[in-house]
Nanobody, 124 residues
Framework: QVHLQESGGGLVQAGGSLRLSCAAS????????MGWFRRAPGKEREFVAG????????VYSDSVKGRFTIKRDYGDSTMVLQMDSLKPEDTAVYYC?????????????????WGQGTQVTASS
C-alpha cells in the first residue's frame, strides 16, 4: 500500500508559477513510476506528466511541455511538479499517482494509488 498526499495548490495570476509536491509513504517509493493528472470542471481526468522509477525518463502532455517540470526526490520520497507560465486552462484539481509499470504510462487505469488532489487556479 502506498499513501500519497499532494500539497502546494492555490490561486495565481496567469503567467505565474506554482510548485506542487506529492509526499509518498508506505511501500518503497523508488519502485513506482509516478505521475500527475488533472481534472478541470466538466472535463475528464487527463495525464499531465510522469517520471519513471529511475527518474531518468519523463513524459509530458503537449499542453504543458516546456512549461511544467516533474522531478522526484528519493531521499524524502517526494515528487514535485514545477508549473511555470500558468494559463487559465491549467485550472483544475491536480492528482499525483503511483504505477507499478516499468515505463511511464499516460493511462490512468494503470496507476494503482492516488492522492486526494489539490486545487490549482490560474486567473486571467
Amino acid at each position: 500500500q502506498v499513501h500519497l498526499q499532494e500539497s502546494g495548490g492555490g490561486l495565481v495570476q496567469a503567467g505565474g508559477s506554482l510548485r506542487l509536491s506529492c509526499a509518498a509513504s508506505g511501500r518503497d517509493f523508488s519502485r513506482y513510476t509516478m505521475g500527475w493528472f488533472r481534472r478541470a470542471p466538466g472535463k475528464e481526468r487527463e495525464f499531465v506528466a510522469g517520471i519513471s522509477w529511475s527518474g531518468f525518463s519523463t513524459v509530458y502532455s503537449d499542453s504543458v511541455k516546456g512549461r511544467f517540470t516533474i522531478k522526484r526526490d528519493y531521499g524524502d520520497s517526494t515528487m514535485v511538479l514545477q508549473m511555470d507560465s500558468l494559463k487559465p486552462e491549467d485550472t483544475a484539481v491536480y492528482y499525483c499517482a503511483a504505477s507499478s509499470t516499468v515505463l511511464v504510462t499516460t493511462e490512468s487505469d494503470l496507476y494503482d494509488y492516488w492522492g486526494q488532489g489539490t486545487q490549482v487556479t490560474a486567473s486571467s
